[in-house]
């Protein structure tokens, strides 16, 4: 089993619409995670950490679910800069190293 | 203040021949990373630092892959006798400290062997 999994999609979206990804965790010992985002051909950059109670910036929503092991990110109001790759990044146990998942690919089209 | 910085930005190489690609991560930051990614697929972990330590090198694909760390700063990635597999964009990343922190990309170097 991966330590960190994602669907990898792709979902396709109108714009306005609301969507949800999900990340499962293989590591119980995991204490840190986050969402990033990867542009067409661009570098990884951080979109936002995932706190215990869950936080929001703006139309995203990052949530942890610790007893089923996963996170989640729920974009409302999509737009169509929306489009990109999402990776969720998990992990921060002994010796520190966290693990990126494979990415979910997101299309916003008009 | 400046980021991750990659060099080179785009190396094309012959097959058999043996490459460096450089790290410099943000001046202070612990942690680094050396990953892979190939033409539209995920991040495929390589090597992780901690200081100059490697504590995790699961990811090397083969002894061909080696990577070091010196002063707790800069870091090389080699590969030795490449082939055209090894054609990918190689992403360094780094991190203040190990545990739990954001991890910043440099903007990758495109390897081409041909």
């Known amino acids: 089993r991966k330590e960190v999994e994602q669907d990898p999609g792709p979902f396709n979206v109108p714009e306005g619409a609301t969507v949800a990804f999900n990340c499962t965790y293989s590591?119980?010992?995991?204490?840190?995670f986050f969402w990033y985002r990867q542009d067409c051909r661009k570098e990884p950059k951080l979109l936002m950490s995932?706190?215990?109670s869950g936080n929001e910036d703006g139309r995203f929503t990052a949530q942890l679910n610790r007893a089923s092991q996963y996170i989640s990110l729920l974009i409302r109001d999509s737009k169509l800069s929306d489009s990109a790759t999402y990776l969720c990044?998990?992990?921060?146990?002994?010796?520190?190293?966290?693990?990126f998942g494979q990415g979910t690919i997101l299309t916003v089209h008009p | 203040g400046a980021g991750v910085s990659q060099s080179p930005s785009n190396k094309v190489t012959e097959k058999g021949k043996d490459v460096e690609l450089r790290c410099d991560p943000i001046?202070?930051?612990?942690?680094l990373y050396w990953y892979r990614q190939s033409l539209g697929q995920g991040l495929e972990f390589l090597i992780y630092f901690q200081g100059n330590s490697a504590p995790d090198k699961s990811g090397l694909p083969s002894d061909r892959f080696s990577a070091e760390r010196t002063g707790g700063s800069v870091s090389t990635l080699t590969i030795q006798r490449t082939q055209q597999e090894d054609s990918a964009v190689y992403l360094c990343?780094?991190?203040?400290?190990?545990?739990?922190?954001?991890?910043?990309f440099g903007p990758g170097t495109r390897l081409t062997v041909l």
């Open positions: 590591n119980s010992a995991s204490q840190s």
């Open positions: 995932v706190y215990s």
């Open positions: 990044n998990a992990g921060g146990t002994s010796y520190g190293k966290l693990t």
């Open positions: 990343a780094s991190s203040l400290v190990p545990e739990g922190d954001t991890q910043y």
């Open positions: 001046s202070g930051h612990t942690a």
